[in-house]
């Protein structure tokens, strides 16, 4: 009796149907979130900014936590994905007005400051009760990291979108570097895919090249130049230099973004982050790029676009 015939893999999917597929659910996704921003309605938008926030931060370090855990490293999961919400939740208190409060940069600074330090205390208390980890400095150091590689980076979007002495600027702002991050991402892949011959890291990303690179860079570049040019009424500070310097520093920070997520995933032994997307994979491979140049995007914003001294 012969054996039955083992059953083939499904043959991987070319990359335009990867690219396709990435493509659509990151303008799916981007359209909610920015639709809601725009939808005239502060209630709305800042109710919905709000739950994507916390949804992208919880997930985030949900995923984040998962390659810990599947490096065999310990961590205090449920502590961090708390902290890092209520930071969330924190900064946009300060910032909306909800508290009565003002949310200047530097008060919410103070705000951070503090949230850190009494997170950092509260971790070291939960060694302290802790009847089975018996690695306090590892447990410690992987969640603090965790709180700040997603929730701690990602803030920063929500210091753009309340931009203070500039109402309802923001999210011009916001759009902006979301725009401009995802072109580099399509540059790099796009380019990459079509004539990338030399690898940049491959022991980090083998499908990373140096065409793809440079791809990004030209690719946001460009986007960065035709989007303040088109939307120079919303945003009159960002000058043809800014949005050409801002396009290359935006660019090569999402590419080294999406290196350093990759190192992650490479040590954990898993292609994606998760399976939240399609194509895409999970919160933390939608965010990699985006992570790095939210603090960029707002210390350009605040210190040099919105600084009297640089404006002609």
Not at 50 to 55: D, E, N, R, S, T
Request: net charge positive; hydrophobic share 50%.
């Amino acid at each position: 009796m012969s054996e039955p015939a083992p059953i083939s893999a499904p043959p991987a999917p070319s990359k335009g149907k990867v690219f396709l597929r990435r493509l659509t659910s990151t303008a799916i996704l981007w359209s909610i979130v920015l639709g809601a921003m725009f939808s005239g309605s502060k209630i709305l938008s800042n109710g919905v900014f709000l739950i994507i926030m916390l949804v992208l931060a919880g997930v985030g370090l949900i995923e984040f936590y998962g390659l810990v855990e599947k490096r065999n490293l310990v961590c205090f999961k449920k502590w961090g994905i708390f902290s890092g919400l209520l930071l969330m939740l924190g900064t946009f208190l300060h910032f909306s007005g909800i508290l009565g409060i003002a949310g200047t940069p530097a008060r919410v600074n103070d705000f951070e400051t503090t949230f850190l330090i009494l997170f950092v205390l509260g971790l070291c208390i939960r060694q302290f009760v802790s009847k089975t980890n018996t690695a306090g400095i590892l447990a410690i150091s992987t969640t603090l990291f965790g709180l700040m590689y997603v929730p701690w980076l990602l803030n920063f979007i929500q210091k753009i979108y309340f931009f203070p002495g500039h109402e309802g600027q923001g999210k011009f702002y916001v759009l902006y570097f979301i725009l401009v991050t995802k072109f580099s991402d399509s540059g790099a892949y796009a380019v990459g895919s079509l004539i990338g011959k030399h690898k940049m890291i491959p022991r980090v990303s083998p499908g990373k090249t140096w065409e793809g690179f440079g791809g990004a860079i030209v690719v946001s570049t460009l986007a960065s130049v035709a989007f303040s040019y088109f939307a120079r009424s919303k945003m009159p500070e960002m000058t043809f230099v800014n949005a050409i310097i801002l396009g290359v520093i935006l660019s090569i920070s999402a590419v080294i973004g999406d290196l350093i997520e990759s190192i992650f995933k490479r040590e954990a032994g898993v292609k994606d982050s998760g399976s939240f997307f399609p194509g895409i994979g999970g919160i933390l491979d939608l965010l990699d790029s985006l992570l790095f140049n939210a603090p960029l995007m707002y210390l350009y914003l605040r210190h040099v676009i919105m600084n009297p001294a640089f404006q002609a």
